[in-house]
T-cell receptor, first 114, second 111 residues
């Protein structure tokens, strides 16, 4: 089956701009989680969406938001970009039940803020 | 709040030597523990989880609730094991989609 896909793969933005990243989960998966990966902080959980509802949220400012559509595809948005937002953004999808709760990760979107 | 600690940022061993990647966690409840691996230029993927008690690619990990540890072990390291390894914790229930990761350990296996 096709894996998790993320678009775009690379993005360069300027401070103060906003950006939208997209994630398409594996077919049949209803949960989509987002993570930020940086050399200094490692992998940090941003939020999780399940059936179009945000179910869990990490400790990130309100500039980071997301949504999920009825087909389980998800987008995350970062407004008023700061230099510190430069990171690899990963999304992961899962079926969300018992042994099928394994998270499958996408390749990531590399965001550079200048 | 839960926390995962991987004390070694870098670990180097020679091919055929035993390897142990350390992971300690703090969480007051009963967590699920995982090891994820990221090979060069590949995406993050699940290596093993404590509830399945499987051995994947020769790796094993035992959850020690008394010591709150979930160390990853392999008796004979191979060069293809060189990668970044992350220990992760999930608290379960409606938090299925939230993983708390350690900082990761870069394992290098020398020929």
């Amino acid at each position: 089956k096709a894996g998790v896909t993320q678009t775009p793969r690379y993005l360069i933005k300027t401070r103060g701009q906003q950006v939208t990243l997209s994630c398409s989960p594996i077919s049949g998966h209803r949960s989509v989680s987002w993570y930020q990966q940086t050399p200094g902080q490692g992998l940090q959980f941003l939020f999780e969406y399940f059936s179009e509802t945000q179910r869990n949220k990490g400790n990130f400012p309100g500039r980071f938001s997301g949504r999920q559509f009825s087909n389980s595809r998800s987008e995350m948005n970062v407004s008023t970009l700061e230099l510190g937002d430069s990171a690899l953004y990963l999304c992961a999808s899962s079926r969300d039940s018992g042994s099928e709760g394994e998270q499958y990760f996408g390749p990531g979107t590399r965001l550079t803020v200048t | 709040a839960q926390r995962v600690t991987q004390p070694e940022k870098l670990l180097s061993v020679f091919k055929g030597a035993p390897v142990e990647l350390k992971c300690n966690y703090s969480y007051s409840g009963s967590p699920e523990l995982f090891w994820y691996v990221q090979y060069s230029r590949q995406r993050l993927q699940l290596l093993l989880r404590h509830i399945s008690r499987e051995s994947i690619k020769g790796f094993t990990a035992d959850l020690n609730k008394g010591e709150t540890s979930f160390h990853l072990k392999k008796p004979f390291a191979q060069e293809e094991d060189s990668a970044m390894y992350y220990c992760a914790l999930r608290t379960g229930g409606t938090s299925y989609g939230k993983l708390t990761f350690g900082q990761g350990t870069i394992l290098t296996v020398h020929p």
